[in-house]
């Protein structure tokens, strides 16, 4: 038993992104498809990676991607067992079965993105309701993993399941001009979120509204967690929004990391702390990157307040931890960058060792 379940009984405690890091769950890119195509899938790609959705729709991703991606997910298993953290991995599927609602029916995606659909604030492990029907059982895979943190004391609770019927999507949605205000894919029909849109610093949660995640799905985590935590809606200036965290990324107290660009305006709560932006990514133009763009370089992974998981040849991002005080821990995983996500993405920090406090 862990220092942290002694004090407080439960298997599951995480109040930020940086306290030291002692369990965790990895994903798995094992069983991965593309999903069928719809307009919800495709808002937040680029058109390029919209043709390759439309054209692989159902099928497998690439075995060989497969092969490298789980090869640079077990090097970070190692990375993190090494650093005397427990590792959790899903159970692996079949994303290629058919199943469905009243109204539709889809197949699934992968299981390789924790982040994106367990939410853990304080003793509490939240499943998202996401928008995505391809992920409606995106959960299932880490059913044993939240029936064992049930039983060993962590509350565990759910969004409302969506019914994800045509009343959610905006009917002839398309990008909106260059220049005006976001319209998001997703109307307020029911709540849906993503948990991946939500960034944690002690009592304050900051979020963003995007092509997953709406006012609705806010609204409903603001109340579920209780006035213990204030939640903070971010207005970034993304083009094609989907999770905050390669957006802002608070990596310490008093340590912000944003993106360049989208963070226009800093949120004021953070206006004594340290801000830096993050450096140019040194993806290659060639490099396939399904589901995301190059600034997944911003999705690192603090095991606590001084070391950082970051990409083996995103040499930059190394020097800008150095320079911030912080030992870079290169990992090899441009292959997983491939699928959507990075370390941040891959992982959902179970427990980390630290208390609820104020940062502001």
Not at 123 to 136: D, F, G, L, T, V
Request: hydrophobic fraction near 35%; charged fraction near 25%; include cysteine.
């Amino acid at each position: 038993m862990s220092e942290s379940e002694e004090t407080t009984g439960s298997p599951v405690r995480a109040y930020n992104e940086w306290d030291p890091l002692e369990e965790v769950i990895v994903g798995t890119v094992d069983g991965a498809h593309f999903p069928p195509y719809d307009t919800v899938t495709a808002a937040p790609l680029s058109p390029e990676q919209r043709a390759v959705f439309r054209e692989n729709a159902g099928k497998p991703f690439p075995a060989d991607q497969i092969a490298a991606a789980r090869d640079e997910l077990d090097q970070l298993v190692d990375i993190l067992k090494n650093h005397g953290v427990r590792v959790r991995r899903p159970d692996v599927r079949d994303h290629g079965r058919s199943y469905g609602a009243p109204g539709w029916t889809s197949t699934g995606l992968y299981d390789a993105m924790p982040r994106d659909l367990l939410l853990v604030i304080g003793e509490q492990i939240i499943e998202a309701p996401m928008a995505w029907r391809s992920r409606y059982f995106a959960s299932s895979a880490y059913r044993p993993l939240l029936k064992e943190y049930f039983r060993g004391g962590a509350r565990w609770s759910a969004g409302p399941r969506p019914e994800l019927s045509e009343e959610l999507y905006v009917e002839g949605w398309t990008d909106q001009p260059e220049g005006e205000p976001f319209r998001s894919v997703i109307t307020e029909f029911e709540p849906t979120f993503d948990a991946a849109d939500f960034i944690r610093c002690g009592r304050d949660i900051f979020a963003q509204r995007s092509h997953v995640t709406n006012m609705m799905g806010i609204e409903w985590v603001r109340r579920e967690i209780g006035d213990e935590y204030q939640v903070h809606v971010v207005e970034l200036a993304d083009d094609h929004p989907m999770h905050i965290d390669a957006s802002l990324m608070p990596i310490a107290p008093g340590k912000l990391l944003i993106h360049p660009d989208r963070v226009v305006e800093v949120p004021r709560q953070f206006k004594d702390w340290e801000v830096r932006r993050a450096p140019a990514p040194v993806i290659p133009d060639g490099h396939p990157l399904y589901m995301t763009s190059k600034w997944i370089n911003m999705n690192i992974l603090m095991l606590d307040e001084t070391h950082m998981v970051v990409e083996a040849e995103d040499r930059p991002m190394q020097e800008l931890a150095e320079n911030w005080g912080i030992t870079p821990i290169p990992c090899p995983f441009r292959n997983f960058n491939t699928f959507g996500g990075s370390f941040h993405c891959a992982t959902t920090d179970v427990r980390r060792r630290g208390e609820l406090q104020s940062y502001f």
